[in-house]
């Protein structure tokens, strides 16, 4: 069994479920029990059920009261609070599902949170379309050939160099206003990616694409 953390946050569901076998803890919060729920995800391999329970029905109370972690403070997202569970119980490794999709102010909350976590934990993001995290400045992934990458500074990045990408950046800068790393592709099979500083957030898209769009 992997030292890893698999965490659901209530965005859109997971597609496929992950395989729980490959985590040593689970965790959920109160929006996202509802969706595993009607997965069908075995919620007994749950190993805590965290937030205000403001979206919760409290129907399965009764059967799940001793994985309930209840957070309270309304300062913290409940995405803030599960990660600070974890954290507490000495785990750095987490994948998170669910936390694209549905209100878009959700969406940018939770790259918030993953960038005030991101020296203390390494968490990576899933979706239907892409996986996605902060990267250190100097950072290389194989197996992504004609896969879409994204690059986006958060919310900038000085002296970058990459390789391996269609639109290739050699000693440039990214920045929120004004110009940022978006919808390229990968047309080696490795690439790489350096940069001095700043804050990386990288998207490697699921699937392989055929003809690659940019917008």
């Known amino acids: 069994m992997r030292d890893k953390v698999l965490l659901f946050i ?28 009607q ?12 937030g205000d329970f403001d979206s919760h029905s409290g129907s399965d109370e009764s059967v799940y009261q001793d ?17 600070e569970i974890i954290l507490e119980k000495d785990f750095t490794e987490i994948d998170v599902f669910g936390g694209s999709g549905g209100e878009q102010d959700h969406f940018l909350g939770n790259l918030t949170v993953a960038y005030a976590f991101k020296d203390k934990m390494n968490l990576k993001f899933y979706d239907e379309f892409s996986e996605y995290y902060f990267i250190p400045n100097n950072f290389k992934l194989k197996g992504v050939k004609n896969k879409m990458i994204s690059l986006y500074p958060f919310p900038s990045v000085e002296n970058i160099t990459t390789t391996g990408l269609n639109w290739p950046l050699t000693n440039g800068s990214l920045s ?34 055929e003809y690659p769009s940019i917008y």
């Open 67 to 83: 994985k309930f972690i209840l957070t309270l403070d309304q300062d913290k997202t409940d995405f803030h609070k599960a990660l």
């Open 39 to 50: 997965l069908g995800f075995p919620l007994d391999r749950l190993d805590f059920i965290s």
């Open 10 to 37: 209530n965005g859109d569901h997971p597609k496929t479920l992950p395989d729980p076998d490959q985590y040593s803890l689970i965790a959920c919060t109160d929006g996202a029990f509802h969706y595993l729920k």
């Open 176 to 209: 929120i206003t004004s110009r940022i790393g978006t919808r390229n592709f990968a047309v080696e099979d490795e690439v790489s990616i350096q940069y001095e500083s700043g804050d990386l957030l990288f998207f490697v898209g699921t699937n392989e694409i």
